[in-house]
């Protein structure tokens, strides 16, 4: 009968994961033991990041009173609330008295960076990705001068545009609407920087090929290098989506109304000439970072793609 054999392998199959098993940690705390400072490299710097993390979110489900009552001397009860509560929560989304008597309403806020950011990403990735394609695939006289010009506007800090971009958007009658959040930002030199580099790794061959089939220019565009740049146009389309998120300064002075406010600019009105509601701000500063950090454990696997063939990242 064949169940000798068979028996035998499966008494030796534990024994020998065992020893695999075995070896394995051997190995892993001989290389823990040569390069013991590497890991507590990591470990410092894994601390320095998460802790700030840590404080904020704790600090976001503790009352106010709570929050630096014991920052000194340091101890558990610096980071991990005394009393749990959600009154942060309640108050910025306007659900507690409180909340609805300061008129506070983050959910809202954040319903409108949402779309704000999304719509600025969506119109950047067309008109954007049609400059890349002219720069990185295109003939043109002087190409290389003029695509230097448009990074150079990069260089240029938002503080001394921000005036005249202001001038600019009130002369279009814009201001103090949605359009004010979403117009000044479609077009995007750093965008339009890391498309090129992502499209001169796509072989130049197939649009060559393309075109002997009959393509135009915006058919090679459309159905060779955006299907072959996907990683990119993620990685950029994140990168993106977090500058427009994040934005704080322009949606201040473009934006007066309160049903248009960011949840940036929400977040900055707790603190007040008299007193720093920092439950508030927390609680806001944990709702307003879900979004992107969701976004970016969904989108990882585009965005390191496309952070190694380009070496581009925020």
């Known amino acids: 009968m064949s169940s000798g054999p068979v028996a035998e392998a499966r008494a030796v199959l534990p024994a020998r994961r065992g020893a695999g098993t075995a070896a394995f940690l051997a190995r892993w705390a001989r290389a823990a033991g040569r390069d013991w400072w590497w890991y ?13 993390f840590a404080w904020m979110i704790l600090g976001s489900l503790r009352r106010e009173v709570e929050i630096f009552e014991y920052t000194y001397p340091l101890t558990w009860r610096t980071f ?31 319903a409108v960076t949402a779309f704000v950011s999304a719509a600025v990403v969506l119109s950047s990735l067309v008109v954007n990705t049609m400059g890349a394609y002219f720069f990185a695939r295109l003939d043109f006289p002087r190409k290389e001068a003029l695509l230097l010009v448009v990074i150079a506007t990069m260089l240029i800090p938002f503080e001394a545009v921000m005036v005249p971009l202001y001038i600019v958007v009130r002369a279009l009658g814009v201001q103090d609407t949605v359009w004010a959040l979403v117009l000044p930002w479609y077009a995007s030199p750093f965008v339009i920087f890391a498309l090129v580099q992502f499209f001169k790794e796509i072989p130049r061959e197939l649009d060559e090929a393309a075109i002997i089939d009959g393509a135009s220019f915006f058919g090679v565009l459309r159905h060779v290098i955006v299907p072959n740049a996907v990683p990119g146009l993620v990685t950029t389309a994140l990168l993106e ?74």
Not at 40 to 52: A, S
Not at 85 to 104: I, M, Q, W, Y
Not at 264 to 272: D, G, M
């Open 80 to 110: 991990v609330p005394v009393e749990w509560t959600l009154k942060n929560f309640l108050d910025v989304l306007g659900l507690s008295p409180e909340g609805r008597a300061f008129g506070l309403n983050f959910g809202r806020a954040l």
């Open 241 to 314: 989506f977090q500058f427009i998120w994040n934005l704080f300064y322009w949606p201040l002075i473009a934006v007066g109304r309160k049903e248009l406010q960011t949840i940036q600019v929400a977040i900055a009105q707790q603190t007040t000439q008299t007193q720093i509601y920092w439950g508030r701000i927390f609680a806001g500063s944990v709702l307003a970072s879900v979004p992107i950090i969701l976004l970016f454990l969904l989108m990882q696997r585009y965005y390191v793609r496309g952070v190694v063939l380009s070496g581009v990242k925020g």
């Open 40 to 52: 507590l490299t990591g470990v410092v710097i894994l601390v320095l990041y998460v802790t700030p």
